[in-house]
């Protein structure tokens, strides 16, 4: 169900991987998903990335975030229950200390969701992230895919603000039930 | 049962807080960043005086180890100390899998553990009664981890861990004396005057 790929475009994971790069986020830190296998493996194939997985998804936001204080650039890879573990993280490390994460989130828990315990924790990504006035898009479209990716992640260098970036199984696939 | 715990802590000294912290700073000749985790860690670090490499967490509790090993991989040539408590260590402990799994060599983890959550008021935490966050670390990859028998094994302790080249722990036996002192909590000062104290950006000027 992934998107029809034009003969010109690569897959969205490669689209990421080639802003990733242009941008020069070299650090790659997940608590992994079977919707981000293809760019897990996508960047731990190419030696440009440092990627590992870290136990909790808050573990990867403070290496981030030191890394950042340190001179290189990172995002965290997760999915919709691994953000619901984030809102202490955010509101007393990343925002306050202007300190940019940069999280890509693929979303579980709608347009066929098959748990119902994934399905209510999606609802609380959106409004978690509306009170700490994080900036999110939900990435739908291949063809917008790049223009967003480029453009929150030259923004979150630029204002030093974290931003959310949710992969939407309109432009994945997501992931569905296989009795 | 708690025979491991015992046998760690047989020869450990109780120390002071802000006493090993001066010591620890003392040390730090090369422009070490050093990584506060919140409370009377953090407020002793701030007691014992202005350091730029210093970065003070405000909350996100349990998270010095995972700022410090970022800091760590970002800049390989600097050492980077990570100071916990044990609360906020117990509540992160699959941060030191990771630590060993990366085995930075320029990472150093001093865990204060004065058996208690000393600021909300003393109520004991898990080292109180049976665990042994030494042993802990040893046993979640992190070879080089030791207890401080005294004052002067700390110093070693510290050296060792600084020049050995690979990430280490040092746990702390503590007394239950109040800290020396309280962070200014200003984040983005923090935060801006630690990246300057590390070289990610200019000093600034006058």
């Given at each position: 169900m992934e998107q029809e790929t034009p003969a010109a475009s690569p897959p969205w994971h490669e689209v990421v991987r080639a802003a990733l790069t242009r941008n020069e986020f070299r650090l790659v830190t997940y608590v992994p998903d079977n919707v981000l296998r293809p760019l897990i493996d996508s960047l731990a194939a190419d030696p440009f990335f440092t990627v590992f997985a870290t136990t909790r998804e808050e573990e990867a936001v403070g290496i981030t975030a030191g890394a950042w204080m340190g001179g290189?650039?990172?995002?965290?890879?997760?999915?919709?229950?691994?953000?619901?573990?984030l809102p202490n993280v955010l509101a007393s490390l990343a925002v306050p200390f202007q300190i940019p994460i940069v999280m890509f989130v693929s979303e579980r828990g709608t347009l066929g969701e098959f748990n119902l315990g994934q399905a209510l924790v999606a609802r609380t990504m959106r409004p978690v992230l509306d009170a700490l006035a994080i900036e999110h898009h939900t990435c739908t479209r291949l063809d917008e895919l790049d223009f967003i990716v480029d453009r929150t992640l030259r923004q979150a260098v630029a204002t030093q603000a974290s931003a959310t970036l949710i992969l939407s199984p309109?432009?994945?696939?997501?992931?569905?039930?296989?009795? | 049962m708690t025979e491991p715990a015992t046998r760690a802590l047989a020869n450990t000294k109780t120390m002071y807080r802000a006493d090993i912290t001066r010591r620890l700073v003392a040390l730090l000749d090369r422009d070490e960043a050093v990584i506060g985790g919140i409370g009377n860690t953090n407020f002793d670090l701030w007691a014992a005086g202005p350091r730029r490499q210093n970065f003070y967490m405000l909350g996100s509790m349990g998270l010095a180890c995972p700022i410090a090993l970022g800091v760590a991989i970002a800049q390989p040539h600097r050492h980077v100390v990570a100071l916990e408590g044990d609360g906020s260590?117990?509540?992160?402990?699959?941060?030191?899998?990771?630590?060993?799994?990366?085995?930075?060599?320029?990472?150093?983890?001093?865990?204060?553990?004065?058996?208690?959550?000393?600021?909300?008021?003393?109520?004991p935490t898990a080292t109180a009664f049976a665990a042994d966050l030494v042993e802990a670390a040893r046993g979640l990859g992190i070879a080089r981890s030791h207890w401080a028998a005294d004052e002067a094994d700390f110093e070693r302790l510290v050296r060792v861990a600084r020049s050995d080249g690979g990430p280490s722990l040092i746990g702390v036996r503590l007394d239950n004396q109040p800290p020396a002192g309280q962070t200014e909590r200003d984040p983005a000062q923090i935060r801006d005057r630690f990246m300057r104290g590390?070289?990610?950006?200019?000093?600034?000027?006058?």
């Open positions: 290189l650039r990172g995002v965290v890879l997760m999915q919709t229950s691994g953000f619901a573990t309109l432009l994945t696939g997501g992931k569905v039930f296989k009795p | 260590l117990l509540m992160q402990l699959g941060a030191l899998a990771t630590i060993a799994a990366r085995a930075p060599r320029n990472l150093t983890i001093v865990v204060m553990d004065n058996r208690a959550y000393q600021i909300t008021g003393a109520q590390i070289g990610t950006r200019p000093p600034h000027p006058a």
